[in-house]
């Protein structure tokens, strides 16, 4: 049995980290979770055992070192980033992306902070690992598949989808439109706010081409809108109340639950779109050169174009005319996505295993 450190932060990194810490259990070993941020709030929630509010030194002193370190990669201040540098050299590190590109060029950028092998998704985030970290090897980057992902193995996506129907009283001939907002760092507001991409998105749903009675729509804000900037929620509501459709209350269900329910999912550059496309649905990025100029900024130049839209697993809209155009297509499922979706995005049930299996592969 070994002693495996696992340390994860944001949601995202949780998704992905914990599925293989609790495969690593069902294996025999001991694993000791690390969390801070949403992630150790989901571990509060759930009554897992975890350690947090702890500096990556004060967890040092405190404990004999891992046979391994796994950790996710989020943005700003991580226990798991801030091990790397005090266990270097003595015990593998391996950490798992959650994005492609993310924090390659931003929070993690210090050499001090290389692990000594990471996890992707898939080619494309294997290339772009390996064009922004010039001092890793083709060997040190293994793209098996986000853990998270097998979750929408287990889905099924039409049962939740009829489910959640009902529940918010959606009719089952009616079309569903979901929007997701995205949250950005500070400095990128400053580009364009999510007040103001909302507003031309529910500008352009309003457009005489496409037919109101053919779709409801789905508005959800990002969960940390107005956490980095304290106005930014103001412009969010201010933009909503200029909407004549019909929009759905949707704060009873989960942010999945409403990406199955949906027949569209519009967004800029979330998350929430890697998991429509998962579920094979219509995916609609919009893209505006300044919208573009800020996903740029974020991922602090780690790559220059969205990779889900690059992979074929969505469309993106340039400009107001596009996203009526690609909505409209996308209410008639012409958006010719699918065969890119099951290309790219495995969604196989395996990820957690394979991902497990290399792990194993370095301690025993």
């Known amino acids: 049995m070994a002693t495996i450190w696992t340390a994860c932060k944001d949601r995202g990194s949780h998704n992905n980290v914990e599925p293989v810490a609790l495969e690593l259990v069902r294996r025999g070993h001991n694993v000791i979770r690390i969390a801070s941020g949403r992630a150790a709030e989901s571990y509060a929630r759930a009554g897992t055992p975890h350690l947090s509010h702890f500096s990556a030194h004060e967890i040092v002193k405190a404990l004999s070192l891992p046979d391994l370190l796994f950790t996710g990669m989020s943005v700003g201040d991580d226990a798991g980033r801030d091990l790397i540098p005090l266990i270097l050299n003595t015990v593998p590190i391996v950490a798992q992306q959650d994005w492609w590109g993310g924090v390659l060029k931003t929070d993690w950028s210090a050499r001090e902070f290389r692990p000594d092998c990471i996890f992707v ?41 009829a489910e959640t129907r009902v529940k918010l009283g959606i009719p089952e001939n009616a079309r569903v439109v979901f929007f997701a907002g995205s949250c950005a760092r500070p400095e990128a507001h400053a580009v364009i706010s999510e007040g103001e991409i909302l507003s031309e ?113 969505c469309v993106t809209a340039t400009n107001r005319s596009e996203i009526t155009a690609k909505i409209d297509l996308a209410l008639a499922c012409k958006l010719d996505l699918r065969s890119a979706q099951e290309e790219h995005l495995r969604a196989d049930g395996g990820n957690t295993a394979r991902v497990t299996d290399f792990l194993e592969s370095l301690i025993l």
């Open 201 to 313: 998105v529910l500008t352009a749903l309003e457009d005489p081409r496409i037919e109101k009675e053919e779709f409801v729509l789905i508005v959800r804000p990002h969960p940390g809108l107005g956490n980095l900037v304290p106005d930014e929620k103001d412009g969010w509501d201010a933009a909503l109340k200029q909407y004549r459709g019909k929009l759905v209350d949707s704060s009873g269900c989960t942010t999945n639950e409403v990406t199955a329910t949906a027949d569209v999912v519009v967004s800029m550059t979330s998350s929430v779109l890697v998991e429509a496309a998962l579920m094979r649905k219509q995916v609609v990025s919009v893209l505006y050169p300044i919208m573009k100029e800020r996903f740029i900024m974020e991922v602090g130049g780690a790559m220059t174009e969205f990779p889900l839209a690059e992979l074929g697993c």
């Open 121 to 161: 998704n898939d080619q494309a985030g294997k290339e772009i690992v390996l064009a922004n970290w010039l001092d890793m090897c083709d060997e040190e980057v293994r793209a098996l598949g986000y853990p998270f992902y097998d979750e929408f193995a287990r889905t099924d996506v039409e049962k939740v989808c």
